[in-house]
């Protein structure tokens, strides 16, 4: 079966879809084009800043999509075949993912701009507000330890390619340190010179190409200056990794993180566009199995394994954090909501069926599947023969792949140690700058901890990376984050607004959410107790997830049974009732 007609029905698919159930969404939600959003009342030109849907699209989908459409849907299908991915990826994109960004993202903006977690304290209770709270900052702990040591992993060793090439794993360093100077410099002069963004963009992504161009030129090996092997430069880079986290997440927003989320926005789309001309042109077939197996042979079952290991791409709870935490504030109109919230999780999803692409032209025995290579390089290596095609050295291609990949972590890591601060902040009432930075400490400290940990595999003695002892638990918990916050949502539609239509739209998929997300979160538990003992302190952060979860949900199901006083009324637009 040819892959360009997989992917191309795909996209015609996810294209219908913002056409029709997307309009069906802003209709019911009541967008409207003429209700000044928060970053047009409240504009401070620091966090309250209206930017166009164009350039707010690029810097949104930039944060949202990260690794997670990537590394999710290359190992589900490797897990359990490319057809299960796929399918989830669409629907759930469609009829839940889309739905949750969008909704959290309109919920924000009738609220100030404020949180989802303000949000659900307003319509629910202040004991639902703590108990959300504490979980978002559990989860965004998550989502930093498994990002920062996925990234890591591609500044180590060496990618040797199909035509004898290879790709150095210092030379993704140097292009790597080399880009995170390009955005400090454009924001410097955007902040202070004439210079538009629109030269800005023609002048610094062309300069991003040099710097993926040059850096086999001047490959900064961190394990050859230091004196130590790969494993523990891994560890080293980690720690850098999350001190560059601290950083970030002090600095001002239009100093690194708005200028590097336009230039990473770019990234998404030439790798998208680059991709679909290479599949175009190249005439890839499938190759690997639609379906493998229910159950894998490390026992993990399609359910719910496959709904929490494909998280970005299909539903992912930290999209709600984000597109009610920094997007909100930038909104130009009520109507661009539309195309930044369920078209972003579209573009997204796109991202995802493409990464799965990469799985899908690859033969079950090939040394990539068989070899149990990352994610991050199975994914480059597909980019790079797909851009192969076009005329782009496999070379270049890869090292872009691999550039891409850590340019989307990037965004995610700085945005959700920038969140972790602002959720401890509001927990401990820190609002001086001492508090500032004791906040932010914690929230890139508490991830040294882990990925600063040896797992051993007792089957084979061999060390586990920390990635993927996270990766299962990330997505379990990332996805009961979607699940409280459709719950905090749908609380927020048939209490204040009567829209009963709240009930089936988000109602829906915050059962399916809980039920997939705290079944695949106990099976986890029970397998870590199992395989490491009662002293894994990850299964009992596992624990702690669960517990918050289903209190969180017992406040929600006190709110909507009437059991808990009315919320205050609030002079908000309205949204349908039926």
Same mark, same amino acid.
């Given at each position: 079966?040819?892959?360009?007609?997989?992917?191309?029905?795909?996209?015609?698919?996810?294209?219908?879809?913002?056409?029709?159930?997307?309009?069906?969404?802003?209709?019911?939600?009541r967008?409207?084009?003429?209700?000044?959003?928060?970053?047009?009342?409240m504009?401070d030109?620091?966090?309250?800043?209206?930017?166009?849907?164009?350039?707010?699209l690029?810097?949104?989908?930039s944060?949202?999509?990260?690794?997670?459409?990537?590394?999710?849907?290359?190992?589900?299908?490797?897990?359990?075949?490319?057809?299960?991915?796929?399918?989830?990826?669409l629907?759930?994109?469609?009829?839940?993912?889309?739905?949750?960004?969008?909704?959290?993202?309109?919920?924000?903006?009738?609220?100030?701009?404020?949180?989802?977690?303000? #949000?659900?304290?307003?319509?629910?209770? &202040?004991?639902?507000?703590? *108990?959300?709270?504490s +979980?978002?900052? =559990? $989860? !965004?702990?998550?989502?930093i330890?498994?990002?920062?040591?996925i990234?890591?992993?591609?500044?180590?060793g060496?990618v040797?390619?199909?035509?004898?090439?290879?790709?150095?794993?210092?030379?993704?360093?140097?292009?790597?340190?080399?880009?995170?100077?390009l955005?400090?410099?454009?924001?410097l002069?955007?902040?202070?010179?004439?210079?538009?963004l629109?030269w800005a963009?023609?002048?610094?992504?062309?300069?991003?190409?040099?710097?993926?161009?040059?850096?086999?030129?001047?490959?900064?090996?961190?394990?050859?200056?230091?004196?130590?092997?790969?494993?523990?430069a891994?560890?080293?880079?980690?720690?850098?990794l999350?001190?560059?986290?601290?950083?970030?997440?002090? #600095?001002?927003?239009?100093?690194?993180? &708005?200028?590097?989320?336009? *230039?990473?926005?770019? +990234?998404l789309? =030439? $790798? !998208?566009?680059?991709s679909?001309?290479?599949?175009?042109?190249?005439g890839?077939?499938?190759?690997?199995p639609?379906?493998t197996?229910?159950?894998?042979?490390?026992?993990?079952?399609?359910?719910?394994?496959?709904?929490?290991?494909?998280?970005?791409?299909?539903?992912?709870?930290?999209?709600?954090?984000?597109?009610?935490?920094?997007t909100?504030?930038?909104?130009?109109?009520?109507?661009?909501?539309?195309?930044?919230?369920?078209?972003?999780?579209?573009?997204?999803?796109?991202?995802?069926?493409v990464?799965l692409?990469?799985?899908m032209?690859?033969?079950?025995?090939?040394p990539?599947?068989?070899?149990?290579?990352?994610?991050?390089f199975i994914?480059?290596?597909?980019?790079?023969?797909?851009?192969?095609?076009?005329?782009?050295?496999?070379?270049?291609?890869?090292?872009?792949?691999?550039?891409?990949?850590?340019?989307?972590?990037?965004?995610?890591?700085?945005?959700?140690t920038?969140?972790?601060?602002?959720?401890?902040?509001?927990?401990?009432?820190?609002?001086?700058?001492?508090?500032?930075?004791?906040?932010?400490?914690?929230?890139?400290?508490?991830?040294?901890?882990?990925?600063?940990r040896?797992?051993?595999?007792?089957?084979?003695?061999?060390?586990?990376?920390?990635?993927?002892?996270?990766?299962?638990?990330?997505?379990?918990?990332?996805?009961?984050?979607?699940?409280?916050?459709?719950?905090?949502?749908?609380?927020?539609?048939?209490?204040?607004?009567?829209?009963?239509?709240?009930?089936?739209?988000?109602?829906?998929p915050?059962?399916?959410?809980?039920?997939?997300?705290?079944?695949?979160?106990?099976?986890?538990?029970?397998?870590?107790?199992?395989?490491?003992?009662l002293?894994?302190?990850?299964?009992?952060?596992?624990?702690?997830?669960?517990?918050?979860?289903?209190?969180?949900?017992?406040?929600?199901?006190?709110?909507?049974?009437?059991n808990?006083?009315?919320?205050?009324p609030?002079?908000e637009?309205?949204?349908?009732?039926?």
């Amino acid at each position: 079966m040819s892959l360009m007609f997989i992917i191309s029905l795909s996209g015609v698919l996810l294209l219908i879809a913002y056409h029709t159930y997307g309009s069906c969404l802003a209709r019911w939600l009541r967008l409207d084009p003429d209700a000044p959003t928060p970053a047009m009342e409240m504009r401070d030109d620091v966090d309250y800043v209206p930017i166009e849907p164009k350039f707010l699209l690029g810097q949104h989908f930039s944060a949202i999509a990260a690794a997670g459409p990537i590394v999710g849907p290359i190992l589900a299908g490797v897990m359990f075949g490319w057809l299960p991915a796929l399918l989830w990826i669409l629907i759930g994109s469609i009829l839940i993912g889309g739905v949750h960004d969008l909704v959290a993202l309109v919920a924000s903006i009738r609220h100030k701009a404020r949180s989802i977690t303000e #949000v659900v304290r307003e319509h629910m209770t &202040q004991r639902s507000y703590l *108990l959300f709270l504490s +979980f978002v900052w =559990i $989860a !965004l702990v998550y989502i930093i330890v498994a990002f920062t040591d996925i990234t890591a992993s591609s500044f180590i060793g060496v990618v040797a390619l199909e035509n004898g090439q290879q790709v150095k794993g210092g030379a993704i360093a140097t292009s790597s340190l080399l880009y995170l100077a390009l955005p400090l410099v454009m924001g410097l002069l955007l902040r202070y010179t004439r210079l538009s963004l629109g030269w800005a963009t023609a002048i610094f992504l062309p300069l991003v190409g040099l710097a993926i161009w040059v850096g086999p030129y001047i490959p900064f090996d961190i394990a050859s200056v230091l004196g130590i092997d790969d494993n523990q430069a891994h560890v080293v880079w980690d720690v850098l990794l999350l001190a560059y986290c601290f950083v970030a997440s002090v #600095v001002p927003m239009w100093l690194l993180l &708005q200028p590097r989320g336009h *230039l990473g926005g770019y +990234f998404l789309y =030439i $790798a !998208l566009g680059g991709s679909a001309l290479g599949l175009l042109l190249g005439g890839k077939s499938i190759e690997y199995p639609a379906f493998t197996a229910w159950t894998t042979p490390k026992g993990d079952m399609l359910f719910p394994m496959l709904f929490i290991t494909i998280a970005c791409g299909a539903c992912s709870g930290f999209h709600s954090i984000i597109a009610s935490g920094t997007t909100s504030k930038q909104l130009r109109k009520e109507t661009d909501a539309k195309v930044i919230g369920y078209g972003a999780m579209l573009l997204e999803a796109m991202v995802a069926v493409v990464s799965l692409s990469c799985v899908m032209m690859l033969a079950k025995d090939s040394p990539l599947i068989t070899g149990g290579k990352a994610p991050n390089f199975i994914y480059a290596q597909g980019i790079g023969n797909l851009l192969a095609v076009v005329g782009i050295p496999a070379s270049f291609g890869v090292a872009f792949a691999l550039m891409a990949f850590t340019t989307f972590v990037y965004d995610t890591l700085d945005v959700c140690t920038r969140l972790g601060r602002y959720i401890l902040q509001e927990l401990t009432g820190w609002s001086d700058r001492k508090g500032q930075m004791l906040a932010t400490a914690l929230t890139a400290g508490v991830p040294v901890l882990f990925v600063m940990r040896t797992t051993i595999d007792p089957v084979t003695g061999s060390v586990i990376p920390v990635w993927k002892t996270f990766w299962s638990l990330f997505g379990a918990s990332n996805q009961l984050l979607a699940a409280l916050t459709l719950l905090g949502v749908t609380v927020w539609l048939v209490r204040a607004k009567n829209a009963r239509w709240a009930w089936y739209v988000t109602g829906l998929p915050t059962v399916w959410m809980y039920i997939v997300s705290v079944f695949a979160l106990i099976t986890l538990i029970l397998r870590s107790f199992h395989t490491f003992g009662l002293a894994d302190p990850v299964a009992w952060v596992g624990i702690i997830l669960v517990i918050l979860a289903l209190l969180m949900l017992v406040e929600g199901c006190r709110v909507l049974l009437g059991n808990t006083p009315p919320a205050p009324p609030r002079a908000e637009p309205a949204v349908a009732t039926a």
